[in-house]
């Protein structure tokens, strides 16, 4: 068992040396195969990033009337905080709001000359929020109203000015739903181009294999059982996925070096160069074992064929 | 030894390759088989090897119908008989040494086993000096030689050879015949086909005369009647 197993592998090393040519027309296949899953790693990472970007820069601002307390509002504050949705509250106070906007417009003279010509600081105070998740806003809004109509009821006034949740809602919306789309779209293409490259693939290594089909034959005759004819070839697929995935490892490298920085301009955060340094485990770990599973897999199908035909009965 | 009992196989269209073909080999036999091409002679020996299942009848090997084999036991039931074909049949990636270690290594031998006999083998068929060369080195004297090897290392009871000479100049055709006969003088069974009147003549030994899927001759010290 030992013996045969070590001359199993032993033959298909050799194989794989001695049928040059068939090796390397596998091997080449399926690189361009596991360059596809990788591509797939890489492009779900990136839209991934991206959306995170998009849904980190929506928040939500509530304004105050101006006569509103600051007390009332930090009550307001206190409350939104106590919420489980709401990621981080941010108050600012009359006075900050027109420090901001006194510096926004510090070359706009005539607007400057405009906030001169009035008593009191027109700005009203404001609190900005920040939820977990983007579809969480809703709530927040609808929490928001039903306190401050409970605040007019109560007698004690209307204290919230606007939210502007529903003129953001419609941009973050239609942001969500494409990049949402784009990634689907994306996954849809990579997911073709790697079937149509695994189909290459199995037929690549099986016409490599239909090129021994005599030889199988000749081992049958000879006496050899199923076993030991198929496993030269099950272990030269196995080089052949393990040689391709090193090759498609090493080729990533130069190229998200070499995209990284345009990749980073288009999707926002994601630098493709340090994901992969950052991730080459997982990547590494997806890469080497769908090599060896292509690879093991076509070689085991395809002998199959080769093995089982002339035991059947005419 | 070896019994056809009322064999026939007929494929689609009515064409009989084999029709009723029933004959014995006993142990330590030399048999040959001849007639022309499409007489039915690589038919009876495929039957042997269960290449082919007859649509009637059926082979034995010794007493088991060898039709009857699960499919994982015929790879050992084959290991018992030794193949020569006229077109050599060797794995093209191996050297010499390698087509007949690989006999071996699917009989289960082991390592030691091996680097003793192989060299053995290939001095019997004097080519222990062609030992590490690949078969598109080697002439078809050669390689035929070495197809020879590859059969009788494993000390099986029965040689089938099919037209072993066919594809031979007379000398080695010659070489071939004589390293048969020697063979069979060590008491293995020996069933060899061919339509060389020439080798037929020389053995002295019995002959099936086939035609059109009919054993029309079995003469014990035959000559080449066609």
């Known amino acids: ?314 | 030894m070896i019994h056809f009992d009322k064999v026939s196989k007929i494929y689609s269209g009515n064409v009989a390759a084999l029709d009723d073909v029933t004959f014995s080999v006993a142990p330590g036999e030399f048999v040959s088989i001849v007639g022309h091409s499409g007489a039915g002679k690589s038919t009876v020996l495929k039957m042997l090897l269960v290449e082919e299942w007859p649509t009637s009848g059926s082979v034995f090997f010794e007493s088991t119908d060898v039709h009857a084999l699960h499919a994982r036991d015929i790879p050992a039931y084959r290991r018992r008989i030794g193949v020569v074909f006229q077109d050599f049949r060797l794995l093209p990636h191996k050297t010499a040494y390698e087509n007949i270690a690989f006999a071996m290594e699917v009989a289960g031998r082991d390592d030691a086993e091996i680097s003793s006999d192989v060299p053995e083998v290939l001095r019997l068929v004097d080519l222990k000096d062609k030992m590490w060369n690949f078969p598109d080195e080697l002439s078809g004297g050669e390689r035929q030689r070495i197809a020879i090897a590859r059969a009788i290392v494993n000390q099986p009871d029965v040689i089938v050879a099919d037209e072993p000479t066919g594809n031979l100049d007379p000398k080695n055709t010659k070489e071939i015949i004589e390293i048969l006969q020697r063979i069979n003088e060590l008491n293995t069974t020996v069933l060899l086909t061919t339509h060389n009147k020439g080798v037929i003549d020389s053995l002295g030994k019995r002959v099936l005369t086939m035609e059109r899927g009919k054993i029309v001759r079995d003469d014990k010290k035959g000559r080449y009647v066609l």
């Not at chain 1, 195969?33 to 990788?38: D, E, P, R, S």
């Not at chain 1, 189909?199 to 199923?226: C, H, P, Q």
Request: charge should be neutral.
């Open chain 1, 1 to 314: 068992m030992l013996t045969d197993f070590k001359r199993i592998i032993r033959t298909g090393v050799f194989n794989f040396f001695r049928n040059g040519f068939v090796s390397l027309a596998s091997v080449l296949v399926l690189v361009i195969t596991l360059f596809m899953v990788g591509s797939l790693v890489f492009f779900s990472a990136a839209m991934e990033a991206a959306l995170t970007q998009i849904s980190g820069k929506v928040d939500v601002n509530v304004y105050f009337v101006t006569g509103a307390s600051e007390d009332a509002i930090l009550s307001i504050k206190r409350d939104l905080e106590s919420l489980p949705e709401v990621a981080s509250v941010t108050y600012t106070s009359r006075e900050e709001a027109l420090e901001t906007f006194r510096a926004r417009h510090e070359n706009d003279f005539q607007t400057l000359q405009a906030l001169e010509e009035l008593d009191d600081n027109p700005l009203g105070a404001a609190l900005n929020i920040k939820a977990k998740e983007a579809s969480q806003y809703e709530s927040i809004a609808r929490f928001l109203e039903n306190r401050n109509n409970a605040a007019s009821v109560a007698s004690a006034g209307q204290i919230i000015d606007k939210i502007n949740y529903y003129q953001n809602k419609v941009v973050i919306d239609r942001l969500s739903r494409i990049i949402d789309s784009a990634e689907t779209l994306g996954l849809a293409i990579v997911i073709v181009l790697a079937f149509i490259s695994l189909v290459i693939t199995f037929n690549t290594i099986r016409l490599a294999i239909y090129t021994s089909r005599e030889e199988i034959s000749v081992m049958r005759l000879v006496g050899a059982d199923k076993r030991y004819v198929r496993g030269p070839f099950l272990v030269e697929g196995f080089m052949h996925g393990v040689v391709a995935a090193v090759i498609v490892l090493v080729l990533f490298y130069p190229l998200t070096y070499w995209l990284g920085g345009a990749a980073e301009r288009f999707f926002g955060s994601v630098n493709l160069y340090s994901y992969y340094l950052a991730h080459f485990g997982q990547i590494f770990l997806i890469i080497i074992l769908s090599g060896i599973l292509l690879g093991v897999g076509s070689s085991y199908f395809a002998v199959r064929r080769y093995i089982t035909k002339k035991y059947l009965k005419t």
